[in-house]
């Protein structure tokens, strides 16, 4: 399996497009593709924010892309992304211009079509179906653009995490709700990702996010692109080059077991894995998992005491609410409601998917611990 690395300084188009040029060059994707193929790229656009925040795909990165596919005579480019939030033709051109997208508008169109069908999956997973958004079940071709970031309730969002948003709107609080549990969220996850299938993964590290991610972090720049045709291998890779061990992580450790993660025959082209790289922050609601702290033979019943007794929550920190109600919003359970302005939380029904933390503009909402 090849793993493509490149070293990129900063956000510049120049050096942002040699590298793509180097990446889909080496891949030779163009023997993947006809002129008439509809190709879907699939960035992270999560919620509506300024590109100099580590919370979204670069448009440099989606431009340089769409650039080069447009350059090499394919023409049918679609960007698409379902954000949190509604899935709706007024948010989703907020989150567009907000995010910078509309930078690629000459080589790619903007999806306006915010329509959805349900999708049957391989036989024998647990989620017979999944409602996903019509450019992507329309497309011939899916190019996977995510953001590095560490994740509150995942642990690490990467390449397999990013195809959730291909879920449309505020379906996927409702995932949530149905999966509570991480084991069962991140089957779920790999589900959807064993049936969207991406061809190829690029994977923005040139600035990434680490501590309470995937929006409320800060920035840990690793100044590289990554792209492989594997997106499990990769998503075990980058873990490893922000100090985390991919048997931590609930979805890489059942891409393991499920014979998808494949590093031992890992090839890497481009660029040596820098040799000053230093360990991610880990969000709060990592400090609250103590499983890895016992013998591996009892962390199973220890995390299922642990998780009743030590159940954490989110906590409103009230000068910085505004009252926006966008975690009332994404709440799947629905015990958040706004009062003068601001959050209040009822703990009585909370899941603990901290998707109001996730979607806070303001950084407002803390982890707390049951005791």
């Not at 647990?126 to 329309?138: A, K, Y």
């Not at 609250?288 to 906590?315: E, G, H, N």
């Amino acid at each position: 399996m090849q793993q493509f690395l490149y070293h990129v300084s900063e956000y510049d188009e120049t050096l942002i497009y040699q590298a793509i040029d180097n990446i889909l060059t080496g891949m030779n994707i163009l023997s993947d593709l006809t002129p008439d193929m509809k190709i879907v790229l699939k960035p992270n656009l999560v919620m509506a924010k300024k590109p100099d925040v580590p919370v979204t795909t670069h448009p440099m990165v989606v431009k340089a892309v769409a650039r080069w596919l447009y350059e090499h005579d394919r023409r049918h480019i679609t960007i698409a992304e379902s954000s949190g939030g509604p899935y709706t033709s007024e948010h989703m051109k907020s989150v567009y211009q907000i995010c910078g997208m509309y930078d690629a508008a000459p080589y790619a169109d903007l999806n306006m079509n915010f329509g959805f069908q349900s999708v049957h999956t391989p036989e024998g997973f647990v989620n017979g179906s999944f409602n996903l958004i019509l450019p992507v079940i329309d497309a011939d071709y899916i190019i996977n653009l995510p953001k590095l970031k560490t994740h509150a309730m995942t642990g690490y969002s990467g390449g397999i995490k990013n195809l959730f948003g291909c879920v449309p709107g505020l379906q996927k609080p409702q995932l949530h709700y149905r999966f509570p549990d991480i084991e069962n969220f991140s089957n779920m996850l790999l589900e959807l990702a064993l049936t969207v299938r991406p061809q190829i993964t690029i994977l923005d590290a040139i600035d990434a996010m680490e501590g309470n991610g995937p929006t409320g972090g800060t920035s840990h720049p690793l100044h590289l692109l990554l792209a492989s045709r594997d997106m499990y291998t990769q998503d075990a890779f980058a873990a490893q080059l922000m100090g985390l061990h991919p048997s931590d992580i609930v979805m890489l450790r059942q891409a393991k077991e499920r014979g998808l993660i494949h590093t031992e025959q890992m090839e890497l082209i481009g660029d040596a894995v820098p040799q000053d790289l230093t360990p991610f922050l880990k969000p709060d609601t990592a400090d609250l998992d103590f499983s890895s702290k016992v013998p591996s033979f009892l962390q199973k019943p220890f995390s299922a005491v642990m998780k009743r007794v030590l159940k954490s929550y989110p906590k409103l920190e009230p000068e910085k609410c505004i009252g926006c109600g966008k975690c009332a919003e994404s709440c799947p359970a629905h015990i958040i409601t706004i009062k003068d302005k601001k959050a209040r939380f009822h703990r009585k029904g909370c899941i603990s998917c901290f998707c109001c933390q996730e979607m806070c503009p303001m950084k407002a909402i803390a982890v707390k611990k049951a005791i």
